[in-house]
């Protein structure tokens, strides 16, 4: 991702999201929602076109709460699909309810979304991706890897010398507490 750390500082829109966010560890369950649900929706178009869309997003989606999303039913879906604030895909906007759904049986099987990452932590790419497709929907390698990367579960967010990852150095991201325990899925870094 080291063309990000060139291009995204300093950009109106990737900037923003690039040095206070992207690699950030997140533990609250909106958080999270909101940034599984970027993620899929970015699948096949720029990230830059998800950004901009961003707060759309979140008007449509009820700010992320996962259980108002679980909630919907087909008028919510057709409402999604007629609102061009934001990407209108049948598979995305079903996939969004699904893993609501999927998150709030988390919270009594492990106590939440964020538990049920950590209680698989650490993992390798291949790991996270099979253990994501057999749990949500719409969670492919690329989905699941930049996911699992923005919220600094697995490594390469940041080139080591940027600025935001110099930043992020103290904020505890699990994907180098693991290797600072001597992980070894990593590999080098």
Same mark, same amino acid.
């Not at 997140?26 to 993620?39: K, S």
């Not at 690329?142 to 967010?157: D, H, K, Q, T």
């Given at each position: 991702?080291?063309g990000y750390?060139?291009i995204?500082p300093?950009h109106?829109w990737?900037?923003p999201?690039?040095?206070h966010?992207?690699g950030?560890?997140?533990?609250d369950?909106?958080?999270?929602?909101e940034?599984?649900i970027?993620e899929?929706?970015?699948?096949?178009? %720029?990230w830059?076109?998800?950004l901009?869309?961003r707060e759309s997003?979140r008007?449509a989606?009820?700010?992320?709460?996962v259980d108002k999303?679980a909630?919907?039913?087909?008028a919510?879906v057709?409402?999604?699909l007629?609102?061009?604030?934001?990407i209108?895909?049948r598979?995305?906007?079903?996939a969004?309810?699904?893993?609501?759904?999927v998150?709030?049986?988390m919270?009594v %099987?492990h106590?939440?979304?964020?538990?049920w990452?950590?209680?698989h932590?650490?993992?390798?790419?291949?790991?996270?991706?099979?253990l994501?497709s057999?749990?949500?929907?719409?969670?492919g390698?690329?989905?699941v890897?930049?996911?699992?990367?923005?919220?600094?579960?697995?490594p390469?967010?940041?080139?080591?010398?940027?600025?935001a990852q110099?930043?992020? %150095?103290t904020q505890?991201q699990?994907?180098r507490?693991?290797?600072?325990?001597g992980y070894?899925g990593?590999?080098?870094?």
């Amino acid at each position: 991702m080291s063309g990000y750390c060139d291009i995204a500082p300093g950009h109106e829109w990737h900037g923003p999201y690039h040095d206070h966010e992207y690699g950030l560890p997140l533990t609250d369950e909106r958080e999270l929602f909101e940034r599984l649900i970027l993620e899929i929706n970015q699948a096949g178009l %720029s990230w830059l076109t998800i950004l901009k869309k961003r707060e759309s997003f979140r008007l449509a989606y009820d700010g992320f709460d996962v259980d108002k999303v679980a909630a919907y039913g087909e008028a919510d879906v057709t409402r999604l699909l007629a609102d061009p604030g934001i990407i209108r895909n049948r598979l995305k906007v079903q996939a969004a309810i699904h893993n609501a759904q999927v998150i709030q049986r988390m919270r009594v %099987s492990h106590g939440g979304f964020h538990a049920w990452i950590a209680a698989h932590h650490p993992a390798t790419k291949a790991e996270w991706v099979k253990l994501f497709s057999k749990t949500f929907r719409f969670t492919g390698g690329e989905i699941v890897g930049e996911f699992l990367m923005s919220i600094g579960y697995l490594p390469g967010a940041h080139r080591a010398d940027c600025p935001a990852q110099i930043r992020l %150095s103290t904020q505890n991201q699990p994907w180098r507490q693991a290797i600072d325990s001597g992980y070894p899925g990593y590999g080098a870094l």
